[in-house]
């Protein structure tokens, strides 16, 4: 039983962390981006600066600044982050080429001795 699970886990390592990485690409940069239009869409300033205009004026940029700032979300992954997920997928895909070719060299042996 625990050499079955190694082995799922041994194949399937790449794949599940290629997914996670595709998964967390697709939320940086296609769900934060729409997120961020409808928030920035539905964000009414001149409502914001009307409910201010009798503060202090240092107040009143330090408020625009929060008030404004907040709605837009940041990246969830660093850049440093996508370059390492990328070194660590590119070396696997390689490893993972190398393997297949040392596979089909094996079995090509084994077949030509077969028929020799």
């Known amino acids: ?3 079955k699970k190694l082995d799922i886990i041994r194949n399937y ?7 996670i990485y ?7 940069y ?12 539905n964000l009414d300033i001149s409502s914001i600066a009307a409910s201010i205009k009798n503060l202090d004026p240092v107040v009143q940029v330090k408020a ?7 709605h ?15 070194a660590i997928l ?4 390689f490893t993972r080429g190398q393997e297949k070719i040392a596979y089909i060299k ?5 077949f030509e001795s077969r028929t020799n």
């Open 30 to 41: 296609a769900v934060r981006p729409i997120l961020n239009y409808i928030l920035e869409a």
């Open 106 to 110: 094996k079995e090509r042996e084994i």
């Open 13 to 19: 390592w790449r794949p599940s962390v290629a997914f």
């Open 64 to 70: 625009m600044e929060l008030l404004t700032s907040t």
């Open 1 to 3: 039983m625990k050499s």
């Open 72 to 86: 837009l979300m940041a990246p969830i992954l660093p850049e440093f982050f996508h370059v390492a997920f990328g």
């Open 90 to 93: 590119g070396a696997a895909a």
């Open 22 to 28: 595709l998964f967390l690409n697709l939320i940086d």
